[in-house]
Nanobody, 121 residues
Framework: QVQLVESGGDSVQAGGSLRLACVTS?????MGWFRQAPGKDREGVAL???????AYADSVKGRFTIWKDNGKTTLYLQMNNLKPEDTAIYYC??????????????????RGQGTQVTVSS
């Protein structure tokens, strides 16, 4: 079992930045972030593997950065140049054996409760 607790969501204006954090009981082979906007499917946003490999959805590439702090067992997502279409609940996810496809509905074993990000124009 893995516990995940997200924080950092807020309301910002377009062009602003936010940093999301996910405190986890332990890191798994795959850790990532996905989001769900109102009335839309979940979307995998960023993924990091235990070997350091990283991938992003095309919609956030160049604006979002994912990384891990091993000492704090915390996963982060830095979001810059936010757009109104980034508005969603953001979830931290973990899986011991498989990653999820970025830009599509993610698959995972554990997830957190989510944190709301709202971007106004």
């Amino acid at each position: 079992q893995v516990q995940l607790v997200e924080s950092g969501g807020d309301s910002v204006q377009a062009g602003g930045s936010l940093r999301l954090a996910c405190v986890t009981s332990r890191f798994t082979k795959y850790m990532g972030w996905f989001r769900q906007a109102p009335g839309k499917d979940r979307e995998g946003v960023a993924l990091i593997k235990d070997n350091g490999a990283i991938a992003y959805a095309d919609s956030v590439k160049g604006r979002f950065t994912i990384w891990k702090d091993n000492g704090k067992t915390t996963l982060y997502l830095q979001m810059n140049n936010l757009k109104p279409e980034d508005t969603a609940i953001y979830y931290c996810a973990a899986d011991p054996s498989r990653g999820f496809v970025l830009g599509r509905v993610p698959t995972y074993t554990w997830r957190g409760q989510g944190t709301q990000v709202t971007v106004s124009s």
